[in-house]
Protein backbone atom coordinates (compact mmCIF):
# COMPACT_ATOMS: atom_id res chain seq x y z
CA UNK A 1 0.00 0.00 0.00
CA UNK A 2 1.55 3.30 -0.70
CA UNK A 3 -0.08 7.00 0.59
CA UNK A 4 0.77 10.29 -1.12
CA UNK A 5 -0.75 13.17 0.96
CA UNK A 6 -0.18 16.36 -0.78
CA UNK A 7 3.83 15.78 -2.09
CA UNK A 8 4.91 13.29 0.52
CA UNK A 9 4.80 9.53 -0.20
CA UNK A 10 5.40 6.59 1.86
CA UNK A 11 5.56 3.79 -0.34
CA UNK A 12 5.86 0.38 1.35
CA UNK A 13 6.46 -2.38 -1.52
CA UNK A 14 4.06 -5.68 -1.18
CA UNK A 15 5.66 -8.99 -1.94
CA UNK A 16 5.71 -9.67 -5.88
CA UNK A 17 4.24 -12.46 -8.39
CA UNK A 18 4.28 -13.15 -11.56
CA UNK A 19 2.92 -12.38 -15.23
CA UNK A 20 -0.85 -11.62 -15.51
CA UNK A 21 -3.70 -12.17 -17.92
CA UNK A 22 -5.13 -9.90 -20.02
CA UNK A 23 -8.46 -11.06 -19.07
CA UNK A 24 -11.06 -8.40 -18.10
CA UNK A 25 -13.30 -8.38 -14.88
CA UNK A 26 -15.47 -5.61 -15.00
CA UNK A 27 -18.08 -7.16 -12.93
CA UNK A 28 -15.39 -8.22 -10.34
CA UNK A 29 -14.15 -4.17 -10.28
CA UNK A 30 -17.53 -2.72 -9.90
CA UNK A 31 -18.06 -5.05 -6.97
CA UNK A 32 -15.03 -4.28 -5.27
CA UNK A 33 -16.17 -0.60 -5.86
CA UNK A 34 -19.40 -1.26 -4.05
CA UNK A 35 -17.83 -3.23 -1.27
CA UNK A 36 -15.47 -0.26 -0.66
CA UNK A 37 -18.65 1.74 -0.16
CA UNK A 38 -20.97 -0.18 2.03
CA UNK A 39 -17.92 -0.50 4.46
CA UNK A 40 -17.00 3.09 4.20
CA UNK A 41 -20.93 3.83 5.01
CA UNK A 42 -20.38 1.22 7.82
CA UNK A 43 -17.57 3.26 9.08
CA UNK A 44 -20.32 6.50 9.33
CA UNK A 45 -17.32 7.81 5.93
CA UNK A 46 -19.02 9.27 2.89
CA UNK A 47 -18.85 6.82 -0.06
CA UNK A 48 -17.01 7.33 -3.43
CA UNK A 49 -17.79 7.62 -6.41
CA UNK A 50 -16.51 4.96 -9.07
CA UNK A 51 -14.49 6.33 -11.91
CA UNK A 52 -12.16 5.19 -14.64
CA UNK A 53 -10.07 8.51 -14.79
CA UNK A 54 -6.89 6.87 -13.52
CA UNK A 55 -7.40 3.30 -15.03
CA UNK A 56 -3.45 3.85 -16.79
CA UNK A 57 -1.86 4.02 -13.11
CA UNK A 58 -4.34 1.08 -12.14
CA UNK A 59 -3.81 -1.26 -14.66
CA UNK A 60 0.15 -0.15 -14.50
CA UNK A 61 -0.55 -1.70 -11.00
CA UNK A 62 -2.50 -5.12 -12.11
CA UNK A 63 0.26 -5.91 -14.77
CA UNK A 64 3.49 -4.91 -12.33
CA UNK A 65 1.80 -7.14 -9.07
CA UNK A 66 1.79 -4.26 -7.12
CA UNK A 67 0.59 -1.00 -5.71
CA UNK A 68 -0.48 1.46 -8.27
CA UNK A 69 1.78 4.23 -9.21
CA UNK A 70 0.03 7.96 -8.38
CA UNK A 71 -1.62 9.59 -10.70
CA UNK A 72 -0.31 13.06 -11.22
CA UNK A 73 -0.71 15.68 -8.97
CA UNK A 74 -2.58 18.31 -10.55
CA UNK A 75 -4.12 21.31 -8.77
CA UNK A 76 -7.77 19.40 -8.37
CA UNK A 77 -6.11 16.03 -6.09
CA UNK A 78 -5.90 16.50 -2.56
CA UNK A 79 -4.46 12.97 -1.40
CA UNK A 80 -4.24 9.67 -2.85
CA UNK A 81 -4.04 6.31 -1.98
CA UNK A 82 -2.38 2.97 -3.86
CA UNK A 83 -3.69 -0.61 -2.92
CA UNK A 84 -3.04 -4.20 -4.03
CA UNK A 85 -3.41 -7.60 -3.30
CA UNK A 86 -4.31 -11.00 -4.72
CA UNK A 87 -6.40 -13.92 -3.46
CA UNK A 88 -6.02 -17.45 -4.75
CA UNK A 89 -8.28 -19.03 -7.20
CA UNK A 90 -8.95 -17.54 -10.49
CA UNK A 91 -13.18 -17.96 -9.74
CA UNK A 92 -12.10 -15.84 -6.29
CA UNK A 93 -14.17 -12.76 -5.11
CA UNK A 94 -12.61 -9.10 -5.28
CA UNK A 95 -14.53 -8.64 -2.20
CA UNK A 96 -12.38 -11.31 -0.77
CA UNK A 97 -9.38 -9.03 -1.43
CA UNK A 98 -11.40 -5.63 -0.19
CA UNK A 99 -12.55 -7.51 3.04
CA UNK A 100 -8.30 -8.39 3.78
CA UNK A 101 -7.65 -5.21 3.27
CA UNK A 102 -9.95 -4.21 6.03
CA UNK A 103 -10.71 -6.53 8.67
CA UNK A 104 -7.71 -9.02 8.46
CA UNK A 105 -4.69 -6.13 7.56
CA UNK A 106 -2.70 -5.58 10.76
CA UNK A 107 0.00 -8.47 12.13
CA UNK A 108 -1.85 -12.05 12.76
CA UNK A 109 1.57 -13.07 15.08
CA UNK A 110 3.85 -14.43 11.66
CA UNK A 111 4.58 -13.60 8.82
CA UNK A 112 2.97 -17.10 7.61
CA UNK A 113 0.02 -16.25 9.06
CA UNK A 114 -0.39 -12.45 8.36
CA UNK A 115 -2.07 -11.66 4.99
CA UNK A 116 -0.48 -8.17 4.38
CA UNK A 117 3.04 -8.25 3.01
CA UNK A 118 4.05 -4.58 4.19
CA UNK A 119 2.76 -5.84 7.96
CA UNK A 120 6.19 -7.36 8.75
CA UNK A 121 5.48 -7.17 12.43
CA UNK A 122 3.50 -5.89 15.45
CA UNK A 123 4.62 -2.45 14.82
CA UNK A 124 5.63 -2.38 11.18
CA UNK A 125 4.50 0.81 9.78
CA UNK A 126 2.51 -1.59 7.12
CA UNK A 127 0.31 -2.90 9.37
CA UNK A 128 -3.23 -1.92 8.70
CA UNK A 129 -2.15 0.60 6.04
CA UNK A 130 -4.90 -1.03 3.67
CA UNK A 131 -7.50 -0.40 6.37
CA UNK A 132 -6.46 3.28 6.71
CA UNK A 133 -6.85 4.25 3.04
CA UNK A 134 -10.05 2.52 2.72
CA UNK A 135 -11.15 4.01 5.54
CA UNK A 136 -9.82 7.78 4.97
CA UNK A 137 -11.79 10.66 5.85
CA UNK A 138 -11.19 13.62 3.49
CA UNK A 139 -8.34 15.62 3.80
CA UNK A 140 -10.26 18.89 4.03
CA UNK A 141 -13.86 19.72 4.06
CA UNK A 142 -16.10 19.19 0.50
CA UNK A 143 -13.27 16.86 -0.64
CA UNK A 144 -14.97 13.95 -2.74
CA UNK A 145 -13.56 10.66 -3.45
CA UNK A 146 -13.04 8.93 -6.57
CA UNK A 147 -11.83 5.17 -6.86
CA UNK A 148 -10.78 3.24 -9.66
CA UNK A 149 -10.33 -0.40 -8.78
CA UNK A 150 -9.21 -3.20 -11.58
CA UNK A 151 -9.05 -6.97 -11.47
CA UNK A 152 -7.25 -9.35 -13.28
CA UNK A 153 -6.76 -13.04 -13.36
CA UNK A 154 -2.89 -13.75 -13.01
CA UNK A 155 -0.42 -16.81 -12.30
CA UNK A 156 2.13 -17.63 -9.66
CA UNK A 157 4.36 -20.47 -9.77
CA UNK A 158 1.73 -22.66 -11.65
CA UNK A 159 -1.40 -21.56 -9.45
CA UNK A 160 -4.04 -19.19 -9.90
CA UNK A 161 -5.28 -15.95 -8.25
CA UNK A 162 -7.22 -12.55 -8.88
CA UNK A 163 -5.40 -9.51 -8.05
CA UNK A 164 -6.77 -6.46 -7.44
CA UNK A 165 -5.44 -3.16 -7.84
CA UNK A 166 -7.06 0.33 -6.65
CA UNK A 167 -6.42 4.32 -6.37
CA UNK A 168 -8.59 5.57 -4.32
CA UNK A 169 -7.92 10.04 -5.05
CA UNK A 170 -9.49 12.54 -3.13
CA UNK A 171 -10.62 15.64 -4.77
CA UNK A 172 -10.23 19.25 -3.73
CA UNK A 173 -13.40 21.12 -3.57
CA UNK A 174 -14.78 22.92 -6.57
CA UNK A 175 -16.43 25.74 -4.88
CA UNK A 176 -15.01 28.73 -4.32
CA UNK A 177 -15.27 29.88 -0.79
CA UNK A 178 -13.67 26.44 -0.10
CA UNK A 179 -10.45 26.95 -2.44
CA UNK A 180 -10.29 30.44 -0.76
CA UNK A 181 -10.47 28.30 2.76
CA UNK A 182 -8.31 25.69 1.21
CA UNK A 183 -5.56 28.47 0.13
CA UNK A 184 -5.71 30.22 3.53
CA UNK A 185 -4.91 27.19 5.30
CA UNK A 186 -2.12 26.28 3.48
CA UNK A 187 -0.56 29.14 2.18
CA UNK A 188 -0.89 31.19 5.35
Known amino acids: MA ?31 SKVNTIRVSFQ ?10 STEVLTGI ?4 DPPFAPFG ?7 SLWGIVPGWSS ?3 QVVNDWVYHDGWLGSMKRTLN ?13 HRRAVLSSPPMSGATLRIDIETRQVKYQG ?4 AVAALLVWSKPTSSASNVAYNQRTLG
Open 45 to 54: RQSGGPTSAY
Open 3 to 33: VLVAGAALVIVPTHIASTSPVSMAAQSANAI
Open 75 to 81: SHIDAQY
Open 117 to 129: GDCTSASASGCNG
Open 93 to 95: SSL
Open 159 to 162: SKYL
Open 63 to 66: RSNN
